[in-house]
């Protein structure tokens, strides 16, 4: 399967143009990704593989282990409650933005430090490091399609 252990860039969403790292695939056949977010700011996200572009770098991720807890029932949103409309309350009712809780912050960080350890333990950690810092984008004339990643 193309997406084990590889480097892969996002395409969609806010994170469009980060360098993940596909960790493994959730059952509803979503990929499970992280930046890490320390190197790029992506956290752990699920992400279609229709929106990733495979490179050819790979990282060994043999001593990486994703908590069991991490499923897609653990990406699912709480849903607000409604309150009940009043007259003029239109336009004072804000939305709350989302605050990831404290177990998804401990899992990510969890995650990350593993596959930190991994990428330093690869022959070309440091440049690796440069890379996933780096975001992928294309110039005028070029093409997905004829390129080599």
């Given at each position: 399967?193309?997406?084990?252990?590889?480097?892969?860039?996002?395409?969609?969403?806010?994170?469009k143009?980060k360098?993940?790292?596909?960790?493994?695939?959730?059952?509803?056949?979503?990929?499970?990704v992280?930046?890490?977010?320390?190197?790029n700011?992506c956290?752990?996200?699920?992400?279609?593989q229709r929106?990733l572009?495979?490179?050819?770098?790979?990282i060994?991720?043999?001593?990486v282990?994703?908590?069991?807890n991490?499923?897609?029932?653990?990406?699912?949103?709480?849903?607000?409650?409604k309150?009940?409309?009043?007259?003029g309350?239109?336009f004072d009712?804000?939305?709350?933005?989302?605050?990831?809780?404290?177990?998804?912050?401990?899992?990510?960080?969890?995650?990350d430090?593993?596959?930190?350890?991994?990428?330093k333990?690869?022959?070309?950690?440091?440049?690796?490091?440069?890379?996933?810092?780096?975001?992928?984008?294309l110039?005028?004339?070029?093409?997905?399609?004829?390129?080599?990643f």
């Amino acid at each position: 399967q193309w997406y084990q252990r590889r480097v892969s860039s996002g395409i969609n969403a806010e994170y469009k143009g980060k360098r993940v790292i596909v960790l493994k695939q959730l059952g509803t056949g979503l990929l499970l990704v992280t930046g890490p977010h320390k190197l790029n700011g992506c956290p752990l996200r699920r992400i279609n593989q229709r929106y990733l572009l495979a490179t050819s770098a790979k990282i060994d991720l043999a001593g990486v282990s994703v908590p069991e807890n991490i499923n897609d029932k653990y990406f699912a949103r709480v849903k607000a409650e409604k309150a009940a409309k009043k007259e003029g309350d239109i336009f004072d009712a804000k939305k709350e933005a989302y605050k990831p809780s404290e177990q998804r912050k401990k899992d990510q960080v969890t995650v990350d430090t593993q596959v930190l350890e991994a990428i330093k333990k690869n022959a070309d950690g440091k440049v690796l490091k440069q890379y996933l810092r780096a975001s992928f984008a294309l110039s005028k004339g070029q093409y997905p399609h004829n390129m080599a990643f």
